[in-house]
């Protein structure tokens, strides 16, 4: 019978099975709860203009900063009423999918 | 005499064609690993078997300047050949003629070919090197690529559709290939993507190299969408021609039938599989031990491997393969190996191939990312793949098949034909400990000892559920067999498939979990 090197664990419907893993497997990140005060990017690109202050009282709906991404100004706007705690960009940032711009209290 | 001037004049014209874009451009293109669009076609087809059609077309493009500009064949070279004697249709882009650009005349020329194809009947072999569409022919590159992916999608299922990408393969021109059978790629040659880095990186920022994006490893290994890597454009080459001596050559074409060979003596197949259930083995060990020759012709061998595809000939006749594979994630169905295993189920039964399918799987891969990529909708495809298919359809249980696993990898319930299981097989709701966890929660909680007590009621599950003769004794399994009579009862079982035939309710089309 062969034998195989480096075997990793998996548990499958309680049983625990010897097997190699694929690379996205391996890639895979677990899972977060999405926080509604924290307000992520939906998709890379730079920021062109921020339009509130740290500590600043804000309206839901109302305009927090302009992130440019495929060409088009899209307004970023604040999810719910609330204070600005903390601003984690600036203006002419580069920004990935799923960075963190600001906070909410 | 006048006739010989003319007959030389073809021969000049014919040279000056066949430089393509001249010694400069083909320097280039061989500095970078690459052969020529011609070298390429005649080192696919049979000697000497190569016919060539448009070679004299000319180029449609008036704007720009481009009326004074002569383009070889329009950028493309077309025609009719056999490859291991069968015939076929075959194009080539030459990306030294205006980067393989794709104007009107060298699309009109793609589309003669796939019609010639189809209406013949034969494989097609686009072989894909091109800048993308030429932008001064405006739309009517365009319409050109309309036009070809139309034939590709009126083409599938009645003549096989080889793509190989041996260069640039950009934009709207992916989805050519994208809608054909098989997709072959060469490391460091092939690159495919819709958006390319540069856009990438001006709309979004983001800094990508070529061969990350769209490279043949990325997808081979990644996307799946190629479905055969190799290293240099002659291993492709040889992949092609064995590809083409497995597969039939179109939806009518009564089988071929090759002298039948026994497996080599190495791959023993009473000697692969662990006693134990959770221990791993190659599952392709299984396979080559049941084959002629142990010739086994894996397809995307380097991505989802938790299942194994591809094709074998059992008595000299191809049948396909759908094998869990034990050794990459305990062999589970997840959202990958479903498209891989659903598609080629299509293939093989849109051209009459049997399907083999050997089953060892613990069940689906649990995890939020699975859930939220639409697992269930994914896994669904495989269900509809095996329900729909109506060629002769064999199942053999080597070990596990448990839960909605066991329905999914061709079970009677889904009019299998054949349902063979080894007495090692074991076939339930679930594995004994997770099944013995939940039935005796209460006796297992209350016990003096609770994990001498799991001990206990996993064993009397394990005896009383984990063997072939529960689902044996209600007709699910046909026969239980010694995996030593695997490639007896299994050329039996094609053999009296013969005359299959069976008809659904009539409809256009089914609606599959796309």
């Known amino acids: 019978m062969k034998q195989f090197n480096d075997l990793k664990p998996i548990n499958i419907m309680g049983t625990e099975y010897l097997t190699t893993f694929t690379k996205a497997y391996e890639k895979r990140t677990n899972w977060v709860k999405n926080n509604p005060k924290h307000i992520c990017s939906y998709i890379p690109g730079t920021i062109l203009e921020i339009k509130v202050k740290e500590g600043m009282v804000v309206k839901e709906g109302q305009e927090i900063l302009i992130l440019e991404s495929m060409k088009m100004a899209n307004k970023i706007k604040s999810p719910a009423n609330g204070t600005i705690k903390v601003i984690h960009v600036t203006s002419g940032d580069r920004i990935p999918k799923g960075f963190l711009m600001f906070e909410l209290v | 005499m006048a006739l010989q001037n003319k007959i030389d004049e073809l021969q000049k014209k014919r040279e000056q064609a066949f430089q393509g874009g001249g010694e400069k451009a083909m ?19 049979d000697l000497d078997s190569f016919q060539e059609y448009d070679l004299f077309v000319e180029h449609e493009a008036r704007d720009f300047d481009m009326a004074k500009k002569v383009l070889a064949g329009d950028g493309v070279i077309t025609g009719t050949g056999t490859v291991n004697g069968m015939p076929i ?10 980067g393989g650009s794709l104007g009107s005349m060298h699309a009109k020329k ?11 009947r034969m494989p097609l072999i686009g072989i894909n ?9 405006g739309v009517n590159s365009l319409a050109g690529y309309g036009e070809i992916f139309f034939r590709n999608t009126l083409a599938s299922g009645v003549i096989p559709q080889i793509s190989v990408i041996l260069g640039p393969c950009a934009g709207g021109a992916v989805y050519s290939p994208a809608l054909t059978d098989y997709v072959f790629v060469v490391d460091n040659i092939s690159k495919m993507f819709i958006t390319g880095p540069e856009v990438i990186k001006t709309v979004l920022g983001e800094e990508i190299s070529m061969e990350d994006l769209g490279g043949a490893r990325v997808h081979s290994e990644i996307t799946g969408n190629a479905h055969f890597f190799a290293y240099t454009e002659v291993e492709c080459f040889e992949q092609i021609k064995k590809l083409l001596s497995f597969i039939p050559h179109n939806n009518l074409e009564k089988h071929r039938t090759l ?16 006693e134990d259930p959770r221990l791993p083995y190659d599952v392709r060990d299984v396979i080559k031990s049941v084959v002629d020759d142990s010739d086994f012709f894996e397809i995307q061998e380097r991505w989802a491997g938790n299942i194994v595809i591809g094709y074998g000939r059992i008595n000299g006749r191809t049948v396909g393969f759908v094998a869990n594979q034990p050794l990459v994630l305990a062999g589970v169905l997840d959202v990958d190996s479903s498209n891989k295993a659903a598609r080629f189920i299509r293939y093989c039964d849109a ?7 050997l089953v060892d799987l613990p069940g689906y891969l649990p995890g939020v990312d699975q859930e939220h990529a639409g697992v269930i909708r994914h896994g669904a495809k495989i269900l509809y793949a095996y329900s729909e298919a109506t060629v002769p359809k064999i199942s053999v249980i080597l070990r596990k098949a448990y839960g909605g696993g066991y329905i999914a990898m061709n079970s009677r319930h889904l009019r299998a034909d054949f349902v063979f299981a080894w007495p090692s097989a074991e076939i339930a709701v679930m594995g004994p400990e997770g099944a013995a966890n939940i039935i005796f929660r209460k006796e297992i909680m209350e016990a003096e000892n609770p994990d001498e007590m799991r001990r ?8 009383k559920f984990a063997n072939p003769y529960v689902a044996a004794s209600k007709g699910y399994v046909d026969s239980v ?8 009862v299994v050329a039996h079982a094609i053999e009296v498939s013969g005359n299959k035939f069976i008809g659904g309710p009539s409809k256009k089309h089914g609606v599959p979990p796309f």
């Open chain 2, 89 to 98: 249709c075959i194009y080539a882009q030459d990306f030294t003629v205006a």
């Open chain 2, 456 to 463: 206990i009621k996993v064993k009397e599950y394990t005896e």
């Open chain 2, 481 to 488: 067999i010694a995996p030593s009579e695997t490639r007896k």
């Open chain 2, 351 to 357: 051209f009459n191939i049997p399907i083999v399918t």
């Open chain 2, 259 to 274: 002298e039948a060979k026994l497996p080599k003596p190495e791959f023993k197949i009473g000697e692969i599989i662990p």
């Open chain 2, 110 to 120: 793609i589309v003669k070919i796939m019609d010639h194809a189809l209406k013949m």
């Open chain 2, 27 to 45: 320097e280039k293109q061989n500095a970078m690993g690459k052969l020529s669009a011609r070298s390429r076609i005649l080192s696919i087809v």
């Open chain 2, 129 to 137: 090197d091109s800048g993308g569409a030429r932008i001064q022919e």
